[in-house]
């Protein structure tokens, strides 16, 4: 298993050096699983990562494909689709590149006075007032460009029953949280799936729509609640403590997740973000890393604990259990510092929002990184995604291909 936890990128010198990659690239020691975390804007990232794989390896096969938030957005997309692993990678791609606030909220004045006044009235009456809000932003536009971009059929994504039936696709698994009962739910669609339930988090079988991405993709306080039967449904990063888990579950062996966490040095750790007491921003900044970017490598460490225990078990006393060999992908660079740099191009009434938040008052701004749904930070966080990527492909290509033996790969 890899040193997932804190794995850097490789060394100049190597990541410099030559390798001819297996043509369609189908790993032979197990199922090869796709996690995506969640991170808002950020998942673009993501993409420029499957952009390299998809120019690597065009005719790759992920049997196992797990998503929340905004990495739910993106396994839809790739699970759905009817072509080669590349057509699905370069359409996801354009979508990101030609992304403006405009197709995931409303941006206008009215909505967002009105959404933040009725939130002041409910405050100030105490609760006895009528007035309701659902969120900060009216996530409409969302819906209507998930529906145009999957072309779902009553809502449906037909397109992973398709994938399913042709082989394509062992498992889908989109992550949510259950606000009515405050459990993590994972929605599972695949052949021959055992459910599973753990403290905290159950899942269960059906046939993916609109409403389970939209409400995956929910972040709390900012985009409101999705209603799936008689419950209501919020990001799947709020409860959901063991990440990797829907991929363990379906069956993977090997696992390839991409994490949207800048991974500071020690140096840059200890230096401060703001000068004076923290801004509003900075606070919620804080409780949506620790949601969304950090869980991830809390559950790759125990995992590889875990390795590092069934490595010295002979195989016929481990009770069932497997090893499972991890790679994690992350930015080189903090994507939270360069949604800084685009900061002035978003919508007037919305930037207006953002700043009396105190977006400007901190070095790295991390909730703006995650609603900095624009086409030039997408680009950029894609081109970084995808040369962080290729300055890794001797290591990807180890992993994908099968060639670490069991012992795991090494930086």
């Not at 009528?130 to 999957?150: G, I, K, M, W």
Request: glycine residues 10%.
């Amino acid at each position: 298993m890899t040193d997932s936890g804190d794995t850097e990128a490789l060394k100049p010198s190597q990541a410099g050096r030559e390798f001819a990659p297996s043509v369609g690239s189908v790993t032979e020691r197990g199922e090869l699983a796709l996690v995506l975390t969640g991170g808002g804007a950020r998942g673009a990232y993501q993409v420029g990562m499957l952009r390299y794989l998809a120019r690597t390896y065009p005719e790759l096969h992920i049997p196992i494909q797990t998503g929340v938030s905004a990495g739910a957005i993106n396994i839809a997309l790739l699970a759905q689709h009817h072509g080669s692993f590349r057509q699905a990678v370069d359409e996801l791609a354009s979508l990101w590149a030609e992304l403006i606030p405009e197709k995931i909220f409303r941006v206008d004045v009215g909505s967002l006075v009105g959404n933040i006044g009725r939130w002041g009235l409910r405050l100030t009456a105490g609760g006895i007032t009528d007035a309701r809000t659902r969120a900060l932003v009216d996530t409409a536009p969302l819906r209507q460009f998930l529906e145009e971009s999957l072309a779902p059929v009553g809502g449906e994504l037909t397109g992973i029953d398709y994938n399913l039936q042709r082989g394509r696709l062992r498992a889908v698994a989109i992550s949510t949280t259950d606000y009515t009962t405050g459990q993590s739910v994972i929605w599972v669609q695949g052949g021959e799936i055992e459910t599973w339930e753990r403290p905290g988090r159950i899942s269960r079988q059906c046939r993916i729509t609109v409403d389970h991405i939209m409400a995956s993709a929910a972040l709390p306080l900012f985009f409101p609640a999705v209603q799936i039967g008689p419950h209501w449904y919020g990001d799947g990063g709020i409860r959901l403590t063991a990440p990797l888990s829907p991929a363990l579950h379906l069956g993977a062996s090997k696992i390839l997740t991409v994490s949207t966490r800048y991974d500071r040095s020690r140096s840059e750790a200890s230096r401060p973000d703001i000068a004076g007491y923290p801004p509003p921003a900075q606070v919620i900044g804080l409780l949506l890393d620790a949601i969304f970017l950090e869980l991830v490598d809390q559950d790759v460490a125990r995992m590889e604990r875990m390795n590092d225990v069934l490595r010295r078990v002979p195989q016929e006393r481990r009770e069932g259990m497997r090893i499972v060999e991890v790679l994690v992908m992350r930015p080189s660079k903090d994507l939270a510092r360069i949604a800084a740099e685009y900061e002035p191009r978003l919508p007037r009434a919305f930037r207006m929002l953002t700043r009396g938040l105190g977006t400007r008052e901190t070095r790295s701004p991390d909730v703006l990184s995650m609603l900095m749904f624009q086409d030039d930070y997408a680009k950029r966080l894609m081109a970084l995604g995808e040369s962080d990527a290729e300055r890794r492909g001797e290591e990807l290509d180890r992993f994908i291909n099968g060639h670490a033996g069991e012992h795991g790969l090494t930086d």
